[in-house]
């Protein structure tokens, strides 16, 4: 066989001598058709046959018998691009000895680019850029062309399957009205957040669930990873058994914050059951960033432009993985007209916004900005290229724009020690009545369990001391913060108040109020009710956090006390449509199990609301149940939609009518804003 060919040919075949690779005609287009294929290879260089593709011991050869053929399954990596894996399961890939050997698990070199002329294909490596052909009686560089025929006997590839079956309702109705629920606060391209290596797993990766649900070794016990989790989720850095596929023995839990919790065959199975809107939050974090010993940029700006060039490689992906371009469910939409459009075709309208505390690297130092109106004005230009929706003007650290809203516990702690490093100041608060930014913020038990995970501050630091019950943030909207306001409103743009401390909210309000502007939105439990209630008076939309529907055990509020709460509001008969922030990948917990779901459980298989059968999703060899998982992972939010909706007794009606208003609600509210 080639492979037994002597050393001299070898290092021949290494160091020169190679044909050249072939150059494709303009009439060869990319192959888009292939995903899921299963096909024999029978190979020409140019019209005189080679064979069809085998395979030895090593590698693959040439037989003439089509009975030797080796079936392969394709499976699309991104738009015309694919992995082939044989009877075996095994992967071709391009080895760096010219030949085309069978690997063990998907890389660059097993990634195909593969275009056609209608009759025949090529395949050429994406990583090398070599045809393959045939090499020294053995498939490898070359320049040949290949015919497709169907075959049987291929590999099944691993993927995890949705769950959901029959067919839907109508995601618009016979007025053109979306009919269906909106994720107002989601945050999927985690995987490309805080420099990259903060969040284990991706939503998608070329090579399918194998990769982009792999455990992460950094992440196991005592690794750095399993550390920041224990800062920021309070999990057990010790007991952290970190295996993903196929097993997923430790994640992915309702808790764990450093893990992907959004598989797009879950946001699939969401969008099967009736989800009609995603607004996705790119998310940065300076401070974070540098707290992970690898890392890419820190600079928070790279950072949402790495994870709107991901979200833009996901719709491609899906596109790959449904037949070609535009043929996906998982559809971007810039303008509100792009969502009715998106809703109209039954798929998933995806909007982007930005959620970080350095946006456009407007910092305060010391109560000094470091940023001026044209950077404000370049920024927003670049976002609104990218397609964003809309922004928080504030995050969890005090900016150039205004002062943020107070966390409590370990997790406020850890956040007041990021502010510090972020503006060279602890958060500044006062004693306030009425809406309040939150209770004492910073406490000696909470900085002792900083210092025992090893945090530690900035050598020569005085601890703040803060009043003992409610506070307020004493920094307020800036000048610049005005500006910005102001030039969102001139663009259309929504404004997000939550996080933003009760001072800076409130002028925030005082200006829509004044403008009679719409486009104000809380949606994810992070505003007091006394600003939700200012929200909804100016047209704006409200959605809840999506805590259980009963008491979960953890200590949050309900779903439904929230919603009930905002209804009650003297403005609360203002909403049509209400929304759910799951806050998924965002360094917040889902929920847990209802502490009462043993005497009130979910029954699987159930109705979504949209009129499908829902069953359990399975991931490999683990089945999720949300009555003793919670919302462990994406898909669950299907059986929680629809548990949400049962648990609420007599008002299940109005609750049901107005979270599938939701969508409608959202798009109106933005259409309004850009009017």
């Known amino acids: 066989m080639a492979r037994k060919l002597v050393a001299g040919v070898l290092v021949l075949g290494l160091i020169g001598g190679l044909p050249a690779p072939a150059r494709g005609a303009a009439n060869w287009t990319p192959a888009y058709d292939l995903e899921g294929a299963c096909v024999t290879l029978q190979a020409f260089n140019g019209s005189n046959p080679l064979g069809y593709v085998w395979k030895d011991s090593v590698g693959y050869g040439f037989k003439s018998a089509v009975a030797s053929a080796e079936p392969f399954r394709l499976e699309a990596t991104q738009l015309g691009r694919y992995v082939l894996r044989d009877q075996d399961g095994a992967p071709p890939y391009q080895s760096v000895a010219n030949w085309v050997w069978a690997g063990s698990e998907y890389g660059a070199r097993a990634d195909w680019t593969v275009t056609t002329d209608g009759t025949s294909h090529k395949f050429v490596n994406t990583a090398t850029g070599q045809q393959a052909g045939s090499y020294l009686g053995g498939l490898g560089t070359g320049s040949a062309t290949f015919k497709l025929a169907p075959a049987s006997g291929c590999a099944a590839v691993p993927d995890i399957a949705t769950g959901v079956t029959g067919t839907p309702s109508a995601g618009v109705d016979a007025n053109g009205r979306l009919v269906g629920w909106i994720d107002a606060h989601a945050h999927i391209t985690a995987g490309e957040a805080f420099g990259g290596a903060l969040h284990c797993g991706d939503a998608y990766a070329p090579g399918g669930v194998t990769v982009a649900l792999k455990g992460c070794a950094s992440h196991g016990t005592l690794g750095w990873g399993a550390l920041l989790e224990a800062i920021i989720a309070g999990t057990d850095p010790i007991n952290s058994a970190e295996d993903g596929w196929p097993t997923f023995g430790d994640w992915p839990q309702y808790d764990t914050l450093l893990h992907e919790a959004s598989y797009f065959r879950s946001l699939e199975r969401t969008w099967k059951s009736g989800q009609r809107v995603l607004n996705v939050l790119l998310v940065a974090n300076r401070v974070i960033c540098d707290l992970t010993p690898t890392h ?81 004005d370049a920024g927003l230009n670049e976002l609104e290229r990218l397609g964003v929706s809309g922004l928080y003007p504030v ?133 007091d009710p006394a600003l939700i209630n200012r929200t909804l008076g100016v047209g704006g939309f409200v959605a809840s956090y999506a805590f259980a529907a009963h008491d979960d055990g953890q200590g949050t509020p309900t779903f439904l006390d929230e919603w009930r709460t905002h209804r009650a509001l003297a403005n609360g008969s203002k909403i049509t449509g209400y929304g759910v922030g799951t806050d998924v990948n965002g360094l917040g917990p889902q929920a847990a199990p209802r502490l009462d779901a043993g005497s009130s459980p979910l029954t699987y298989p159930f109705t979504a609301t949209n009129g499908t059968t829902v069953a359990k999703q399975v991931y490999g060899t683990r089945t999720f149940d949300l009555n003793t998982d919670g919302v462990a992972q994406y898909g669950l939010y299907a059986d929680w939609v629809t548990d949400l909706i049962k648990q609420a007794g007599s008002d299940g009606p109005l609750l049901r009518s107005q979270l599938l208003s939701g969508a409608e609600a959202y798009t109106v509210m933005w259409e309004r804003s850009r009017a």
């Not at 909007?351 to 044209?374: D, L």
């Not at 210092?451 to 001391?465: N, Q, S």
Request: proline share 4%.
């Open 395 to 527: 995050h969890k650290f005090d900016n150039a724009f205004g002062g943020t809203r107070f966390d409590e516990g370990v997790t406020g702690a850890a956040i007041n020690v990021g502010n510090l490093i972020s503006t060279g100041h602890w958060w500044q608060a006062t004693s306030c009545t009425g809406p309040s930014d939150n209770e004492q913020p910073l406490v000696s038990d909470d900085i002792a369990k900083l210092l025992e995970l090893g945090v530690g501050l900035p050598a020569g630091t005085v601890l703040p001391v803060y009043p003992s019950g409610k506070i307020c943030n004493t920094r307020g909207l800036t000048d610049l913060g005005t500006y910005l306001i102001k030039a969102m409103m001139d663009r259309g743009m929504i404004i997000h108040i939550d996080h933003m401390g009760v001072k800076t909210a409130s002028a925030v309000l005082d200006l829509a109020e004044q403008a009679k502007y719409p486009g104000v939105a809380s949606v994810h439990t992070w505003a």
């Open 296 to 376: 890419t940029s820190c600079n928070e700006m790279d950072q949402i432009r790495a994870q709107a060039l991901y979200l833009q490689k996901m719709q491609d992906y899906v596109d790959a993985r449904s037949g070609g371009p535009g043929k996906g469910w998982f559809r971007l939409a810039k303008t509100p007209a792009e969502v009715r459009s998106i809703a109209a075709q039954g798929k998933l309208a995806v909007t982007i916004g930005v959620e970080n505390s350095e946006i456009f690297n407007c910092r305060e130092i010391k109560g000094v900005p470091q940023c001026t109106t044209a950077d404000i």
